[in-house]
């Protein structure tokens, strides 16, 4: 939540940057000086954290150079030794950088102890060192979290979009089909089953892409499933906008219509009588493609 509240005080304060050039082509350049940089992508734009958006993404690091993604103004910077705000516990250490066009970059969870410079209004190259990778404010361990925002930050963009190649040749896992009873409670539902069911349920399915790194649990980038040959939902993580006071994806859909309890929501579904086919299909960023079908049989009881 606090992460949401400074998020905007940000946004609001620098609305009206002057940093425009409005025929500017913006390279961007992966923000970590670090070898290996297959293995080392956490977490993707647009997963779930419990009740929000993962809004940008994850390099593990410890104490490597932080680089500006592009030549921009230094818009911000949020030090725990800036008295008398305090640590931040959110983003912890951050810098923000403005790219001209109403495109934006910020930088989370850095280092302690701010480079010289940062306070100075002034351009920094793209590739410049801006900070080191920490594990500041609320991190469960030392990475950077940076996010790319667009359109004076009204829409959040993957960063995958306009980033060099990750490699990644895996496709994504598709794993458990869950009916789930309450909030606590559920079932588990496997290709051939017999099941009894006397109302709508909310069902969703476990996917993970672990990369080129086994045991990673990455999100995927786009999803598709249909119901007995009709489509239930198609719905993709390529950038989210703020509309009637939610965070949606480009579908339009909100975080609560795409997951429940951290797994992708299939829908609220009330199943027919007897053969019931789900097919569910996944994609990475790397668009690796991942199919799986749930042939079940349902006994409908009163």
Same mark, same amino acid.
């Given at each position: 939540?606090?992460?949401?509240?400074?998020?905007?005080?940000?946004?609001?304060?620098?609305?009206?940057?002057?940093?425009?050039?409005?025929?500017?082509?913006?390279?961007?350049?992966?923000?970590?000086?670090?070898?290996?940089?297959?293995?080392?992508?956490?977490?993707?734009?647009?997963?779930?954290?419990?009740?929000?958006?993962?809004?940008?993404?994850?390099?593990?690091?410890?104490?490597?150079?932080?680089?500006?993604?592009?030549?921009?103004?230094?818009?911000?910077?949020?030090?725990?030794?800036?008295?008398?705000?305090?640590?931040?516990?959110?983003?912890?250490?951050?810098?923000?950088?403005?790219?001209?066009?109403?495109?934006?970059?910020?930088?989370?969870? =850095? &280092?302690?102890?701010?480079?010289?410079?940062?306070?100075? !209004?002034?351009?920094?190259?793209?590739?410049? +060192?801006?900070?080191?990778?920490?594990?500041?404010?609320?991190?469960?361990?030392?990475?950077?979290?940076?996010?790319?925002?667009?359109?004076?930050?009204?829409?959040?963009?993957?960063?995958?979009?306009?980033?060099?190649?990750? !490699?990644?040749?895996?496709?994504?896992?598709?794993?458990?089909?869950?009916?789930?009873?309450?909030?606590? +409670?559920?079932?588990?539902?496997?290709?051939?089953?017999?099941?009894?069911?006397?109302?709508?349920?909310?069902?969703?399915?476990?996917?993970?892409?672990?990369?080129?790194?086994?045991?990673?649990?990455?999100?995927?980038?786009?999803?598709?499933?249909? =119901?007995?040959?009709?489509?239930?939902? +198609?719905?993709?993580?390529?950038?989210?906008?703020?509309?009637?006071?939610?965070?949606?994806?480009?579908?339009?859909?909100?975080?609560?219509?795409?997951?429940? &309890?951290?797994?992708?929501?299939?829908?609220?579904?009330?199943?027919? /009588?007897?053969?019931?086919?789900?097919?569910?299909?996944?994609?990475?960023?790397?668009? /690796?493609?991942?199919?799986?079908?749930?042939?079940?049989?349902?006994?409908?009881?009163?």
């Amino acid at each position: 939540m606090r992460r949401s509240i400074s998020l905007g005080i940000i946004l609001a304060a620098f609305h009206l940057s002057t940093f425009a050039q409005n025929d500017k082509v913006i390279n961007f350049l992966f923000p970590v000086k670090t070898d290996g940089i297959e293995n080392k992508v956490t977490s993707v734009f647009g997963e779930s954290r419990g009740d929000h958006f993962h809004n940008g993404m994850d390099i593990a690091s410890t104490g490597e150079p932080v680089l500006a993604m592009a030549e921009g103004k230094i818009l911000y910077s949020r030090f725990g030794e800036d008295d008398p705000f305090g640590e931040e516990f959110g983003t912890g250490n951050s810098v923000w950088l403005d790219h001209g066009n109403g495109t934006y970059s910020s930088y989370y969870h =850095l &280092k302690d102890g701010r480079l010289p410079g940062l306070l100075e !209004e002034r351009l920094v190259a793209g590739g410049e +060192k801006i900070a080191y990778t920490g594990n500041t404010g609320h991190s469960s361990g030392a990475h950077l979290h940076f996010v790319l925002l667009k359109d004076f930050g009204k829409t959040i963009q993957d960063p995958m979009k306009v980033l060099p190649i990750v !490699e990644d040749e895996n496709p994504p896992v598709i794993g458990n089909l869950l009916i789930h009873q309450d909030e606590y +409670k559920y079932s588990q539902v496997n290709d051939g089953d017999n099941i009894n069911i006397s109302r709508a349920f909310p069902v969703t399915v476990g996917i993970q892409d672990a990369g080129k790194k086994s045991g990673q649990r990455r999100g995927v980038s786009q999803i598709q499933v249909s =119901l007995n040959g009709q489509l239930l939902k +198609k719905a993709s993580f390529s950038n989210l906008h703020y509309e009637k006071g939610e965070w949606k994806n480009s579908e339009g859909f909100p975080f609560s219509d795409l997951y429940f &309890k951290d797994q992708y929501l299939v829908g609220n579904l009330d199943f027919r /009588n007897g053969e019931n086919v789900i097919k569910v299909l996944a994609w990475d960023f790397r668009q /690796n493609l991942s199919e799986k079908t749930f042939t079940f049989y349902v006994n409908r009881i009163r």
